[in-house]
């Protein structure tokens, strides 16, 4: 009859297994109309936070600027931001205020951009259950730009299972970019982490952006293995792809690897 610990080992491995096969996944050819990656990352890196222990509670304002010159431009940026995170509830607002400008003749400034951009990202466990939502909200709007304003709206729901060492979720999303128009999003995502023996953990994180548009996913494994009580080595396998169709309708797929080994010190 088979012990405890070896259906243990046998539910990680399992688990492994399910990364693999999601990184096979190949999905549907979309058109596509921009190329910001970042903006879609951005909508699910919030996610990768895990909740607290109970009794455990972070919470901070930050406050910053920055300016930055040469012969013929000028930017300058304001920096506001709020993060408070607990056993139930975690919750990010970043607010961005920036203003570009040029020297078109000697000294006479035009100002070419004033972007102001909100984003509100929430995590939250549903009552006493192993259910959480997950929301997500940003707005740009710059007078001066080609789209003037960009919105990009996200809400959805997840499940945190044994005892949460794997997060699932699936958030719909919903973007409207004035002169460009508005387009719905599927984006699920996923979170694993646990140990598969005594000194080797593994750690993933992955999502997928799936839309009329173009279709995105991307995941990142990690192995920990424990030279010492505060000494890891670290190998990690990050994995991007991209497809869709350019204006002449060709199929188009990028793809982006890169591994990295390291070692960790924890003070």
């Not at 056993?87 to 020297?103: A, C, G, P, W």
């Not at 699936?170 to 970019?177: E, F, H, I, K």
Request: without cysteine; glycine residues 4%; hydrophobic residues 35%.
């Amino acid at each position: 009859m088979p012990t405890l610990s070896f259906l243990l080992r046998l539910k990680r491995i399992s688990l492994a297994l399910l990364f693999y096969f999601l990184v096979q996944f190949d999905p549907l050819i979309a058109y596509a109309l921009d190329n910001d990656k970042e903006d879609r990352a951005r909508v699910v890196a919030p996610r990768n936070d895990r909740f607290y222990r109970p009794g455990t509670v972070r919470n901070y304002v930050n406050l910053g600027g920055e300016y930055e010159s040469d012969e013929d431009s000028r930017q300058r940026i304001l920096l506001l931001g709020h993060f408070y995170r607990s056993s139930k509830l975690i919750n990010e607002i970043d607010f961005l205020r920036q203003t570009d400008s040029s020297e078109t003749i000697k000294n006479n400034w035009t100002t070419k951009s004033k972007l102001y951009d909100f984003q509100l990202s929430t995590k939250a466990v549903l009552f006493d259950t192993a259910n959480y939502a997950v929301l997500y909200h940003r707005t740009r709007y710059d007078s001066k730009s080609t789209y003037y304003y960009d919105m990009m709206s996200a809400v959805g729901i997840g499940r945190m299972f044994f005892n949460d060492l794997l997060e699932l979720d699936l958030a719909v999303g919903y973007s409207d970019v004035k002169n460009y128009g508005n387009r719905f999003s599927f984006i699920p995502s996923l979170r694993a982490e646990f140990e598969l023996n005594r000194k080797l953990r593994f750690i993933a994180r992955g999502y997928m952006y799936l839309s009329e548009l173009a279709d995105d996913y991307q995941i990142r494994i990690r192995l920990q293995y424990m030279l010492d009580r505060k000494v890891y080595l670290q190998l990690t396998h990050d994995y991007d792809k991209r497809t869709y169709q350019d204006k002449k309708h060709r199929p188009i797929n990028e793809n982006h690897r890169r591994i990295t080994l390291g070692i960790r010190y924890d003070i």
